[in-house]
């Protein structure tokens, strides 16, 4: 046994002569690794689902160690199931979820507490004291003046400031408040904050590069998309130490440095930093603007291609940027709705299904949820709701109603959560959106997939590799490191699996259901 494990590892000890990409994909429920091939194919894949803390009710959290132990972990199982050396990794990028953060020790590398993630909810209290402050009414009417006065788009955006949850700026405030190791170590320049992509790099390059890009700065609440710059007088004011804060750098390029060779054993050059969805807005080919896509993962993203104006919203689309790479920047107009494969997850928990393969046969075994509704917000409920006081919950329940009929109720809510957000965007943009490519590991159920269909009116073009924000990392990584030219080459990259056209008059028959569903939406609102 010993020769054998003796002979792989000389097989293993020096290069195959393979050109591969390496892309890690960190989200909130799972982190994923691949390696592609300068054809952009996966090779090999390893997954490990991230463990959720939820220590009191509302908190939810992640162990720092557990994020740099899967981190490590996914990228050795893909290269032991590539069969490849680390030495065959020519350029690696990485891809992330935005707003979990962690801070941590600049001397020596502890954190001071878990991640706290962008669905926590524990800085309620300051959200709604600051809301409703005279401070913030002072800011919204200032703007709302300036904005009549200028047509700026900004002082529009402005005029209807406020703060939330998932933004960094209040959990962050709130941990400085609640832990006097860290407030000393911040009054002392000795404390550094960053969300995933900043710790697992401050790690990487063994502490030479605190940084951030800008896809991921942009939703902390302490970076303005319209001016490129830290919102200085918002820091001042919740007295957040300027020392904490990352570099924000373009989100491809050498500046990145490189994985230190004692972490995988050799030196390999990052050449991509970029959040989740900027990356599956890159791999899904959407580089034009009007380009739409939705991600059904975690959450549901619905995502237009702004080019280089950030848009101006007062109802909950977020103009967040896709990347920036030298000269070009590409914003986003982003709707979310925070829970997604969070239900269907729940719906196994409480046994309405066992295998994820079962739901599409059980669901489309019965007609319609016998006029049972869900209302998906363990989260609250987002835009153009935004109510994150509202409560999840079945409504409609009868002595006929039976486990399907609540599985088919909880998959319909989904896709009434993207038509809202779909209607909002039309409504703030004026654009008639005609096409729509799908990624996340829920855009694999057909039914759902031919239901936002049929309720947008839009087609839905769902590829054959859905892990897109591996893939977006993977070329831009590619791109910058020069194993590919130029965007052109990439095309052939991304093949459709199934295309779904909305039916006629489908939406007639869901048109009442929906009605309904909006009224069961009103009644769990305000429940908190």
């Given at each position: ?91 690696f990028g990485l891809s992330t979820q935005r707003g979990s ?45 300036l904005h009549q006065a200028t047509r700026n788009k900004r ?301 947008t009116m839009v087609t839905i073009d769902r590829p054959t ?64």
């Amino acid at each position: 046994m010993a020769s054998k494990r003796g002979d792989r590892n000389s097989k293993r000890s020096s290069s195959t002569g393979r050109k591969l990409i390496a892309s890690v994909d960190f989200g909130t429920t799972s982190v994923r690794c691949f390696l592609f091939d300068h054809q952009g194919r996966a090779r090999s894949s390893a997954s490990a689902k991230v463990s959720q803390i939820y220590p009191q009710q509302g908190w939810n959290e992640i162990d720092p160690e557990d994020v740099w132990t899967k981190f490590q972990n996914v990228f050795k199982t893909a290269l032991e199931n590539a069969d490849a050396d680390v030495s065959d990794v020519k350029v690696f990028g990485l891809s992330t979820q935005r707003g979990s953060f962690v801070t941590w020790d600049k001397r020596t590398g502890k954190p001071f507490h878990n991640f706290i993630t962008w669905k926590d909810l524990r800085a309620d209290h300051l959200v709604k004291s600051w809301n409703n402050s005279w401070t913030l009414h002072g800011i919204r009417l200032g703007s709302t003046i300036l904005h009549q006065a200028t047509r700026n788009k900004r002082y529009l955006a402005g005029s209807a400031f406020k703060f939330m949850n998932s933004l960094v700026s209040l959990r962050l405030r709130w941990v400085l408040d609640h832990h006097e190791n860290l407030r000393q170590a911040a009054k002392d320049g000795n404390a550094l904050f960053g969300t995933i992509e900043t710790f697992l790099i401050h790690r990487l390059t063994r502490g030479r590069l605190h940084a951030t890009d800008y896809s991921n700065i942009c939703v902390s609440g302490l970076w303005d998309p319209y001016t490129f710059k830290w919102v200085d007088w918002l820091i001042n004011m919740l007295e957040i130490p300027k020392s904490l804060l990352p570099e924000i750098k373009d989100s491809c390029g050498d500046h990145w440095g490189s994985i230190h060779q004692s972490i995988f054993g050799a030196e390999i050059p990052i050449r991509c930093v970029v959040s989740d969805q900027g990356a599956s807005l890159f791999g899904s080919f959407c580089f034009k603007p009007g380009d739409v896509r939705l991600t059904m993962g975690t959450g549901s993203f619905v995502s237009y291609n702004t080019a280089e104006k950030p848009h101006a919203s007062v109802s909950g689309l977020y103009p967040v940027v896709g990347w920036k790479i030298g000269d070009e920047v590409v914003f986003i107009a982003e709707g979310h709705s925070s829970d997604t494969a969070t239900v269907i997850e729940w719906c196994r928990d409480i046994d309405l299904f066992e295998e994820y393969d079962d739901i599409e046969t059980l669901i489309t075994s019965i007609p319609n949820s016998d006029d049972v509704f869900f209302v998906p917000a363990f989260s609250g409920i987002q835009a153009p709701i935004n109510d994150e006081t509202a409560a999840t919950g079945f409504i409609g329940i009868k002595p006929s109603t039976r486990k399907v009929h609540l599985l088919r109720a909880a998959v319909e809510s989904l896709a009434f959560r993207v038509y809202q957000m779909c209607q909002l965007m039309y409504q703030e943009t004026g654009v008639v959106v005609t096409k729509m490519r799908v990624d996340g590991g829920v855009c694999r159920n057909d039914f759902l997939m031919q239901l936002i269909s049929d309720l947008t009116m839009v087609t839905i073009d769902r590829p054959t590799f859905i892990e897109t924000a591996s893939h977006g990392a993977a070329m831009m990584a590619g791109l910058s490191f020069g194993i590919w030219k130029s965007r052109n080459e990439l095309q052939a990259m991304r093949q459709t699996e199934r295309v779904f056209f909305p039916v006629e008059n489908r939406w007639l028959d869901y048109a009442p259901l929906y009605s309904s569903w909006k009224n069961a939406v009103r009644r769990l609102c305000n429940w908190y």
